[in-house]
């Protein structure tokens, strides 16, 4: 079993800063791609930025300059510094590990964070 916990969030003034956590722990065999996700009212789940398995980061156009992704493998931890945070950036954030757990043979699951909520003032 796998688990992923998401912490950070909450509530800033645009312009701010903001940095999310997440961690996987559990039967983890190995770890491919990790991601972050949003999600604003009304609209679909978009990509924010990756991490590839073979370590190529990408970034989505509208938070190109602004966030940073981060992971601490040793923790299997990421981490998404979001700074010059706008109004339009306020949505729920999810964390996404795709993750070949132990015993699972070659197969490889996606796992999600439970979301944590991001709300910038204007």
């Known amino acids: 079993q796998v688990s992923v916990v998401e912490s950070g969030g909450g509530l800033v003034q645009a312009g701010g800063s903001l940095r999310l956590s997440c961690a996987a722990s559990?039967?983890?065999?190995?770890?491919?791609?990790m991601g972050w996700y949003r999600q604003a009212p009304g609209k679909q789940r978009e990509l924010v930025a990756s991490?590839?398995?073979?370590?190529?980061?990408y970034y989505a156009d509208f938070v190109k300059g602004r966030f940073t992704m981060s992971r601490d493998n040793a923790k299997n931890t990421m981490y998404l510094q979001m700074n010059s945070l706008k109004p339009e950036d306020t949505a729920v954030y999810y964390c996404?590990?795709?993750?070949?757990?132990?015993?699972?043979?070659?197969?490889?699951?996606?796992?999600w964070g439970q979301g944590t909520q991001v709300t910038v003032s204007s």
């Open positions: 559990g039967s983890i065999f190995s770890i491919n791609a």
């Open positions: 991490i590839s398995s073979g370590g190529s980061m």
């Open positions: 996404n590990w795709n993750v070949q757990p132990t015993g699972g043979g070659r197969y490889a699951f996606d796992y």
